[in-house]
């Protein structure tokens, strides 16, 4: 057996001496199992377990409570369920009543509370006999109800469930496997394939996960647990089905695993797109280039306006748009090579001594999400812009950037989210779900206007419910025309001449409707243009699989740096992963804080964002590899190198974690941008 310790039990581990959480069989792990259920010092059970034990005597006696008896047919059933032999009346006679205390009636002898309880004293010789009997009644290692008894008490659990309404089943399979995910990050479990459902604690009303799972905190333990062993098994079988279903049809079963899209696990998704990508890539041999001058491109100053011309002169994006707009997309679909970096597009950064092709790729990724936020193509959200309600670091697209120009660039922007796609690297943007969602086709609601415009979701909720007073008459507080601003501030008349119409108490419902409705709408010409960019370098049907969340994440990746992640796929060459500075390392890159890890990762690989998880990392074959460090002289007064091109990090031995963290500062602060890092002959300061 293998057994996960909970994180509260160290002081347990220690006295057991037991080392880290995974513990195999031996001697510990009776001991540990023993000390669950028996105070040892105290001679009596522990509280939990007393409990449990009462709680399995009253349910099986006569008069269930804790002054009924256990007679020979009560205690057999009991037998029967925990999945252990009957007793026949002479071992009845001579294992227990004899023995232990017991008091006789009409029905013959029957065991008390007391002598249940002295019985099963006695029986932890056999400790993991004891445990198995709770195991077959229902208990995990946390002495928790772990699942239901019968097939029939399962149903009749789930089908109530499904009558409360269909939402809320829904609702809740959604929140399991999001809770599911986060169990799976926190013991280092790569998908939720391989989690156990004893690893889902219950969440109770008062804990503060119920503020993020809040239909969980009112399943039961046993509920909470077979839908997820449901949900997994859905997800076990779905790979072979996919491959099946034709996802760009409007079939029955595509609109069925459209439907199913929130229950599917991300690791499958990643698995299935990987396959996809790689069916309807294309063998080419030499990409297309793209060059410019990175040092001759700037963006302009607060002062300075960005019109077209200057996106197309004087950035990353305009240069590489003016380069390979007018390219087959079948170029971005560039076959994943053999054992080399995979990249679409050979980036040639005039000016800078650049070695190899994968780093400079990462970096033009890197440099044009920096840039986008910045042009006239997306706007700060007006949550952003007036400093209320949430997401005020999100942007959205410009409603009124909508000619043929910027149509093209939206198309263009489009094409190089999918490139990302394909080929592992990242476009950094920070957009929120109303643009998401819309990419997909998933229905936005009014909480998604709320998202990035809290102002003009406070003004409908109030038209809702205001007085016929506040809107005319004499003591009109209210004047609204109807007309409504966009997230770029541009007036935009909700009828013609809604300038010259005003809203009234009458006809406040039609101006509702309508504002929303072109809220809602404020930039689907440019969605529709990125969705085709996208669909013209990906199968448009993998859009029918995946959740806004998922495809931000493909395309975005994670903020989040996990380390242990990292670690995971971490090689070493020349340098033992054991060594001191190499424990220092990771000792400090716990310390750091997100920023400076997404620092450090750009500073060794050139974008800020690794793979979301195990299965991208595999698929991507990305991993770091960590090496000696060759430069001459004292190497507490040397800096860390890195290749971009292979994500490759070259580490001095430093003496301590404090020169290691003093160094590392320094080194992803200072010039990180910069190519001519990978100057092969570069001298070593």
């Not at 990050?185 to 503060?208: A, F, G, K, V, W």
């Amino acid at each position: 057996h293998t057994f996960i310790l909970p994180d509260d039990l160290s002081n347990e581990k220690e006295e057991l001496g037991i080392s880290g959480k995974s513990v195999k069989s031996s001697i510990y792990v009776d001991e540990y199992l023993h000390a669950l259920l028996f105070n040892t010092e105290e001679k009596r059970f522990t509280p939990k377990a007393y409990d449990i034990f009462k709680e399995i005597f009253v349910s099986f006696c006569t008069t269930n409570t804790e002054d009924g008896l256990m007679h020979m047919e009560q205690l057999n059933n009991f037998q029967k369920l925990c999945g252990s032999e009957e007793y026949t009346p002479e071992q009845y006679k001579e294992h227990t009543f004899e023995f232990y205390d017991s008091v006789s009636n009409e029905h013959g002898y029957g065991l008390t509370l007391a002598g249940f309880l002295d019985m099963y004293i006695d029986q932890l010789e056999d400790v993991e006999c004891v445990w198995d009997e709770l195991h077959n009644l229902g208990y995990d290692l946390s002495l928790t109800k772990n699942h239901f008894m019968s097939y029939e008490e399962a149903l009749e659990n789930v089908l109530a469930l499904y009558e409360q309404s269909v939402e809320m089943e829904i609702q809740v399979d959604k929140e399991i496997c999001t809770y599911a995910d986060t169990i799976c990050n926190r013991c280092d479990i790569s998908s939720e394939i391989d989690l156990q459902p004893s690893l889902l604690e219950p969440i109770s009303p008062e804990s503060y996960l119920s503020l993020a799972y809040p239909s969980l905190s009112s399943l039961s333990t046993p509920m909470l647990r077979l839908r997820f062993e449901i949900i997994r098994q859905f997800n076990a079988l779905l790979p072979v089905a996919l491959d099946y279903i034709d996802l760009g049809s409007d079939g029955m079963l595509k609109k069925y695993v459209s439907s199913c899209t929130d229950i599917i696990f991300y690791s499958l998704k990643t698995n299935f797109i990987g396959k996809i990508l790689d069916k309807t890539s294309v063998p080419i041999q030499e990409p297309p280039t793209v060059s410019f001058n990175r040092i001759t491109l700037s963006m302009p100053t607060d002062e300075e306006e960005i019109d077209d011309e200057y996106i197309l002169k004087n950035t990353v994006f305009g240069s590489a748009f003016n380069q390979v707009r007018d390219i087959d997309p079948k170029y971005l679909r560039r076959e994943k090579p053999s054992g080399e970096p995979h990249f679409t597009l050979k980036i040639d950064f005039i000016g800078e001594d650049v070695e190899g092709q994968a780093g400079p790729y990462r970096q033009f990724f890197t440099d044009i999400s920096r840039e986008l936020q910045k042009l006239p193509l997306f706007v700060p959200c007006p949550n952003a812009q007036f400093k209320i309600g949430e997401n005020q670091d999100k942007y959205v697209i410009s409603p009124s950037k909508r000619n043929n120009l910027h149509l093209s660039m939206y198309r263009f922007l489009g094409r190089l989210m999918g490139t990302a796609m394909r080929t592992g690297t990242t476009i950094t943007l920070d957009l929120p779900r109303f643009f998401w969602k819309q990419i997909v086709r998933e229905p936005l609601t009014i909480q998604d206007l709320k998202d990035i415009d809290h102002s003009t979701y406070q003004n409908i909720e109030y038209l809702k419910i205001c007085s016929q007073s506040e809107l005319s008459g004499e003591d009109a507080t209210l004047f609204l025309k109807f007309q409504t601003r966009l997230s770029d501030n541009t007036l935009y008349d909700l009828v013609p001449g809604g300038e010259y119409i005003d809203v009234t108490f009458e006809n406040r419902n039609e101006y509702i409707e309508l504002l929303i409705q072109a809220r809602m709408n404020e930039c689907s010409v440019q969605i529709n243009a990125i969705r085709e960019g996208l669909c013209e370098v990906i199968s448009g049907a993998l859009l029918n699989i995946v959740t806004w969340k998922d495809l931000e994440q493909q395309i975005c990746g994670k903020p989040h740096i996990d380390v242990k992640l990292l670690k995971r796929h971490t090689e070493y060459n020349g340098v033992s992963s054991s060594a001191p500075h190499i424990s220092y390392f990771w000792s400090v890159l716990n310390s750091f804080t997100q920023e400076q890890r997404r620092a450090l990762i750009k500073f060794a690989w050139a974008q800020e964002r690794l793979p979301s998880n195990d299965e991208e990392f595999v698929r991507n074959r990305t991993r770091m590899l960590i090496k000696p460090y060759l430069g001459k002289g004292d190497h507490d007064s040397a800096f860390p190198k890195a290749d971009t091109c292979f994500f490759n990090l070259m580490l001095p031995e430093y003496s301590s974690p404090e020169i290691m963290k003093e160094k590392l500062l320094y080194a992803i602060y200072t010039d990180a941008d910069s190519m001519n890092a990978d100057i092969p002959n570069e001298i070593d300061f």
